[in-house]
């Protein structure tokens, strides 16, 4: 389990100090997959960097599996960070060495023998599926390919904990699809605690149980995916979730009612309905469906008729259903 | 074709003994501005504000050392080092003492171009390295260097070629070589086709080096597919 507890850290800079983090109270549990989403400069990348320490915080707790990761000597904090891996946007490999070097590499630092070291890098390229590129150099694989090793190489030690920064953010929508696959697969199969540094919605989307929204140096929100993303209580989070529907709210019209599907509506004609029983049009600004647990979640914006009568009836006919529903202003 | 002199010269074996002198020289005296120059370098990078282990006082004494030798033009360095020879070898003649000469002017040279290899090496690769739990001596000998390594050779080559031309200087305070044979034979006893000789064969060492050199780094350089 990592806590953190009244996390701070701030940057001294020519220009006065830069609160990046703000008392940030975090509990991320073993075994699941955790987001941390916000916008460049939020604090993000600063936030994970405090989980080992290549950040150190101005104020606060990292605690590891019990342990006070601020409070701890330098040789044992080494030590920890082996049952910490990360990986990273740049992938960050040895140029300079081929992919089984670069997977042998912690093993190497932490003085495992160059056979043993060779077999369980071998067994981690078989699991990223890159058995037959053992021999190649970075210079010769795609992107994809390199998070790959920078993936197998994390999992030389046999970590506990897996940190992605921003690691699929260099990657095309495909390849990113099929890292993040693999990091879940990693997630089930192997019982690595996953965290997910990212500005990208889909990628918490499609592997996280839980998220913490950061804004300003602050958690602006924090829950499981699928009740954040269904019915986001920041700004910020709805910025994120639903980016278009901001615009759809800008523009000028009737009144406009944001509907609010919980997965059995979703499956049934409402629209329809509404049209067909109030006698009504309404326009719709804005749509969006997500399926997550199984289950369709999403949001709607429509706009009423300017007729008074018929926007009340709508309104009305919309309390009686089991929509949910607001009037946006 | 050729003056009389560069005959004389040639069946006495003068020139190409100092086409050997001049390698030689070179060669030796490139090895030890490594010895001093490599560390120099490393502890330059390492201790930079945006190094492994920021030292800003370290940095900055050193710094200042390296500058103020490198400021000086050689050919007035190698006359004030003359006692530093005489210290060292207990002679401030011959090739032992342009050889001093040499390490002393080009060991803050060669810092300085190690220094600037090392600080080629990306954040991100030591970041990761820091996040598997490497020690700063293992990132130094496991990352740095490694990862430095097609750029320290093309730096050795630069590095190279300057000491063969602070080595003709040191003809100067009686080093030998081409440039002494230029100097004595060339330019003193008004011989000019003995001095081309010298500028060609010079720059046919400088090409060798640089071809070589160059092979070498691009061999070693597994950034090219």
Same mark, same amino acid.
């Given at each position: 389990m990592?806590e953190?507890?009244?996390?701070?850290k701030t940057? @001294?800079?020519a220009?006065?100090?830069?609160? @990046?983090?703000?008392d940030?109270?975090?509990t991320?549990?073993?075994?699941?997959?955790?987001?941390?989403?916000?916008?460049?400069?939020?604090?993000?990348?600063?936030?994970?960097?405090?989980?080992?320490?290549?950040?150190?915080?101005?104020?606060?707790?990292v605690?590891?599996?019990?342990?006070?990761?601020t409070?701890?000597?330098? @040789?044992?904090?080494l030590?920890?960070?082996?049952?910490?891996s &990360?990986?990273?946007?740049?992938?960050?490999?040895?140029?300079?060495?081929?992919v089984?070097?670069?997977?042998?590499f912690p093993?190497e630092?932490s003085?495992?023998?160059? #056979?043993?070291?060779?077999?369980?890098?071998?067994?981690?390229?078989?699991?990223?599926?890159?058995?037959?590129?053992a021999?190649?150099? !970075?210079?010769?694989?795609?992107g994809?390919?390199?998070?790959?090793v920078?993936?197998? $190489?994390?999992?030389?030690?046999?970590?506990?904990?897996?940190?992605c920064?921003?690691?699929t953010?260099?990657?095309?929508?495909?390849? +990113?699809?099929?890292?993040l696959?693999?990091?879940?697969?990693i997630?089930?199969?192997?019982g690595?605690?996953?965290?997910?540094?990212? /500005?990208?919605?889909?990628?918490?989307?499609?592997i996280?149980?839980?998220? *913490?929204?950061?804004? /300003?140096s602050?958690?602006a929100?924090e829950?499981?995916?699928?009740?954040?993303?269904?019915?986001p209580?920041?700004?910020?989070?709805?910025?994120?979730?639903?980016p278009?529907?901001?615009?759809?709210?800008?523009?000028?019209?009737?009144? $406009?009612?944001?509907?609010? =599907?919980?997965?059995?509506?979703s $499956?049934a !004609?409402?629209?329809?309905?509404?049209v067909?029983?109030?006698q009504?049009?309404?326009?719709?600004?804005?749509?969006? +469906?997500?399926?997550?647990?199984?289950?369709?979640?999403? /949001?709607?914006?429509i706009?009423?008729?300017?007729?008074?009568?018929?926007?009340?009836?709508?309104?009305?006919?919309?309390?009686?259903?089991?929509?949910?529903?607001?009037?946006?202003? | 074709? =050729?003056?009389?002199? =560069?005959?004389?010269l040639?069946?006495n074996?003068?020139?190409?003994?100092g086409?050997?002198? +001049?390698?030689?020289m070179?060669?030796?005296?490139?090895?030890?501005?490594?010895?001093?120059?490599?560390?120099?370098? &490393?502890?330059?990078?390492?201790?930079?504000?945006?190094g492994?282990?920021?030292?800003?006082?370290?940095?900055? %004494?050193?710094?200042f050392i390296?500058?103020? =030798?490198?400021?000086?033009?050689?050919?007035?360095?190698?006359?004030?080092m003359?006692?530093?020879? $005489?210290?060292?070898?207990? +002679?401030?003649?011959?090739?032992?003492?342009?050889?001093v000469?040499?390490?002393?002017?080009?060991s803050p040279?060669?810092?300085?171009m190690?220094?600037?290899?090392?600080?080629?090496?990306g954040?991100?690769?030591?970041?990761?390295?820091?996040s598997?739990?490497?020690?700063?001596?293992?990132i130094?000998?496991? %990352?740095?260097?490694?990862?430095?390594k097609?750029?320290?050779?093309?730096?050795?080559?630069?590095s190279m070629?300057t000491?063969?031309?602070?080595?003709?200087?040191? *003809?100067?305070?009686?080093?030998t070589?081409?440039?002494?044979?230029a100097?004595?034979?060339g330019h003193?006893r008004?011989?000019?086709?003995?001095?081309w000789?010298c500028?060609?064969?010079?720059?046919?060492?400088?090409?060798?080096?640089?071809?070589?050199g160059?092979?070498i780094?691009? #061999?070693?350089d597994k950034?090219?597919?």
């Amino acid at each position: 389990m990592i806590e953190l507890k009244k996390l701070s850290k701030t940057f @001294a800079s020519a220009s006065g100090s830069v609160e @990046a983090l703000r008392d940030i109270d975090l509990t991320i549990n073993d075994g699941e997959i955790f987001g941390i989403i916000g916008l460049s400069g939020a604090g993000k990348s600063t936030l994970v960097r405090c989980i080992n320490l290549l950040e150190r915080p101005s104020a606060g707790q990292v605690i590891i599996d019990g342990q006070d990761m601020t409070a701890i000597s330098k @040789a044992e904090l080494l030590k920890m960070r082996r049952s910490i891996s &990360m990986i990273f946007q740049g992938f960050n490999l040895l140029e300079q060495r081929n992919v089984l070097k670069n997977v042998c590499f912690p093993l190497e630092i932490s003085g495992v023998k160059k #056979k043993q070291a060779e077999q369980r890098a071998r067994e981690l390229l078989d699991l990223v599926g890159l058995a037959d590129k053992a021999d190649k150099f !970075p210079a010769q694989l795609s992107g994809g390919q390199k998070q790959r090793v920078a993936i197998a $190489r994390a999992l030389a030690t046999r970590p506990k904990y897996l940190l992605c920064d921003e690691a699929t953010s260099a990657l095309d929508p495909n390849t +990113t699809r099929s890292i993040l696959e693999l990091l879940r697969t990693i997630n089930q199969t192997l019982g690595v605690t996953i965290i997910v540094i990212t /500005h990208e919605m889909k990628v918490i989307d499609q592997i996280c149980d839980r998220v *913490a929204v950061i804004d /300003h140096s602050r958690i602006a929100e924090e829950g499981r995916v699928s009740e954040v993303f269904t019915n986001p209580q920041s700004d910020i989070a709805r910025d994120l979730i639903l980016p278009q529907d901001r615009a759809a709210l800008d523009t000028a019209g009737g009144r $406009r009612v944001r509907l609010t =599907f919980d997965g059995l509506y979703s $499956r049934a !004609p409402i629209i329809s309905q509404l049209v067909l029983d109030c006698q009504a049009p309404v326009n719709i600004l804005f749509a969006d +469906t997500k399926e997550y647990e199984g289950v369709i979640y999403g /949001h709607m914006i429509i706009e009423l008729p300017t007729d008074e009568r018929q926007a009340d009836k709508i309104l009305a006919w919309l309390s009686s259903s089991q929509v949910g529903w607001k009037e946006e202003k | 074709m =050729f003056s009389e002199m =560069f005959y004389k010269l040639w069946e006495n074996g003068l020139i190409q003994m100092g086409i050997i002198e +001049t390698i030689y020289m070179t060669l030796i005296a490139t090895a030890f501005s490594y010895l001093f120059g490599l560390p120099l370098g &490393m502890i330059l990078s390492v201790t930079d504000v945006n190094g492994i282990r920021p030292m800003p006082w370290v940095n900055r %004494v050193l710094g200042f050392i390296v500058n103020f =030798f490198r400021s000086i033009p050689f050919i007035i360095l190698m006359v004030a080092m003359l006692p530093v020879a $005489r210290f060292i070898l207990g +002679t401030s003649l011959g090739n032992g003492a342009v050889i001093v000469m040499l390490v002393i002017g080009a060991s803050p040279y060669v810092a300085r171009m190690v220094e600037s290899s090392i600080k080629e090496v990306g954040a991100g690769v030591i970041e990761a390295a820091q996040s598997m739990g490497c020690t700063n001596m293992q990132i130094i000998t496991k %990352v740095l260097l490694p990862e430095a390594k097609p750029s320290l050779i093309n730096g050795a080559v630069i590095s190279m070629v300057t000491i063969l031309g602070y080595s003709a200087m040191a *003809a100067t305070i009686g080093g030998t070589g081409l440039g002494q044979v230029a100097i004595i034979y060339g330019h003193q006893r008004g011989n000019d086709d003995i001095t081309w000789i010298c500028v060609l064969l010079t720059v046919a060492i400088v090409q060798i080096i640089q071809i070589v050199g160059t092979t070498i780094a691009r #061999k070693t350089d597994k950034r090219i597919k």
